[in-house]
């Protein structure tokens, strides 16, 4: 019998420091009304210049362990998603697995942007699937505002910190029951963070020729998002055989409201059953969802057997979505 990752905990954590839109106005020319209206974002969180990011996952993870109530000796993989790692080597997982003493766990890291979660929970879904590994640990971790462009007001007053984790365990008829995964490479160039390669093309489109920091093209990411989230979800409703009816919750990457409206009303979804964290939290990458996911939880959103449909999207530009029956 096919077995399927369920969640058995959950943890989040965000940085301390809050900034609020007027904190920005005092950066570059915008003001709150302009970023809540074109954005639904009101505040984010900041992690301080001097900490590492991956503190904010091993935090995550402590948090999802004492919720699954299991020890770390017990996780045999650890994938952290994630766009702004500290380090290029060691991968977050490998400072995760050792700050959270979990020897006997694997461990690597996954980039697939914003999308990264999603991404990674299939990735962990499918050793579980093979009975290869039976506790996984699955973080996102970003510290983006390290790579923001604090100069640049088309960017800098989207992005904010934060980390999520969760761990997978097999089920027989709880879990993880299908995904759609994707990517259009052609894309690429709509959203960057050169590291070590920059042409010119890059580089004259940043403020002052600016190296490592995140390049976009709102406009067309935006119409990207629209259609990728829609088109994933009625692509994993149909090969289910379900209709919209039958969710429960979505919860989307947090990037701008706009698009989780547009898109929702596309599904023809009601907009309370949408976990919404972007308007405290903004847009933290890949740990959005699972963020969105725990706090969520946290408040007793969820009950058992629910339906959840998880949608993220975002550079590369790649899309991912899953469907999961609540533990
Ligand atoms: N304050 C005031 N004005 C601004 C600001 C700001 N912060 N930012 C841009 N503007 C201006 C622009 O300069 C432009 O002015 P102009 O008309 O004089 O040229 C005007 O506002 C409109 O700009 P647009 O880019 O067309 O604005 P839009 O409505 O598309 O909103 C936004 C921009 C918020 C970036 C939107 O396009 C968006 O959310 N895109 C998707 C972003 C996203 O989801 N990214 C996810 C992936 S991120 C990752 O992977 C790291």
């Known amino acids: 019998m096919k077995k399927h990752g369920a969640i058995i905990g959950l943890g989040y954590s965000l940085p301390e420091n809050i900034v609020h839109n007027s904190d920005l106005e005092k ?18 969180r900041i992690l301080e210049r001097e900490k590492p990011s991956y503190d904010m996952g091993v935090k995550a993870s402590k948090q999802a362990l004492e919720n699954a109530k299991i020890s770390s000796k017990d996780i045999e993989l650890i994938i952290v998603s994630t766009e702004s ?54 973080v996102a971790c970003e510290g983006l505002s390290k790579v923001v462009d604090w100069k640049d007001r088309n960017t800098c007053v989207l992005f904010g910190d934060g980390a999520g984790a969760c761990i997978l365990t097999p089920s027989d008829n709880a879990g993880i029951i299908n995904y759609d995964l994707g990517a259009d490479g052609k894309k690429r160039k709509a959203i960057t963070i050169p590291l070590t390669h920059f042409n010119e093309e890059e580089l004259f489109k940043r403020n002052n020729k600016r190296e490592q920091v995140i390049y976009m093209q709102g406009r067309e990411v935006f119409k990207f998002e629209v259609t990728a989230m829609t088109k994933s979800v009625k692509k994993l409703l149909a090969e289910e055989n379900m209709s919209i009816d039958e969710i429960d919750w979505i919860i989307p990457h947090q990037a701008n409201m706009r698009i989780i409206t547009n898109s929702i009303k596309k599904l023809e979804f009601p907009i309370e059953k949408v976990v919404i964290t ?29 339906n959840i449909v998880l949608v993220g999207f975002g550079g590369g530009l790649t899309w991912a979505s899953t469907l999961i029956k609540w533990l």
Do not use: H
């Open 85 to 138: 790692p500290d380090y290029l080597t060691p991968s977050m997982a490998c400072v995760i697995q050792d700050k959270i003493d979990a020897e006997n766990a694997a461990a690597f890291d996954l980039n697939a942007a914003c999308s990264g979660f999603v991404y990674a929970l299939t990735v962990a879904d499918q050793f579980i699937q093979t009975g290869m590994y039976n506790n996984i640990l699955v």
């Open 278 to 306: 972007l308007d405290e939290y903004g847009n933290t990458s890949s740990a959005s969802i699972p963020i969105a996911m725990a706090e969520a939880n946290e408040n007793g959103k969820f009950k058992s057997g629910d």
């Open 27 to 44: 950066l570059v020319d915008t003001t709150d009304q302009w970023i809540r209206e074109r954005t639904g974002i009101k505040r984010r």
